[in-house]
């Protein structure tokens, strides 16, 4: 069984920040590929950014320069530090890890997702 457990969302006034942590537990053999995602109302799913486990980094043209995504390998988190909000960042934003168990076995697992909203 693998779990991922979002925290830090919230409320936060226009140009603010915040930070988004996801810790992986259970059954883990190794977390490659960590990333976050966001679903604004009636809208798809869209990539924030990912890291691969050595630390490469990708974002969408939206968040470049505002988001910066990190991670901690010996505590299999992730992060996401969020500067210069504007209400269009509001969203939920889901966790994404792909994950290879002890038994061998690789799959990919989202987080029950934490909302952020950016409003004065």
């Known amino acids: 069984q693998v779990q991922l457990v979002e925290s830090g969302g919230g409320l936060v006034q226009p140009g603010g920040s915040l930070r988004l942590s996801c810790a992986a537990s259970g059954s883990i053999f190794i977390v490659n590929t960590m990333g976050w995602y966001r679903q604004a109302p009636e809208k798809q799913r869209e990539l924030v950014a990912t890291i691969t486990r050595g630390g490469n980094s990708n974002y969408a043209d939206s968040v470049k320069g505002r988001f910066t995504i990190s991670r901690d390998n010996a505590k299999n988190t992730v992060y996401l530090q969020m500067n210069s909000l504007t209400p269009e960042d509001t969203a939920v934003y889901y966790c994404?890890?792909?994950?290879?168990?002890?038994w061998g076995r690789g799959s990919t697992y989202w987080g029950q997702g934490t909302q952020v909203t950016v409003s004065s």
């Open positions: 994404n890890a792909a994950i290879t168990t002890f």
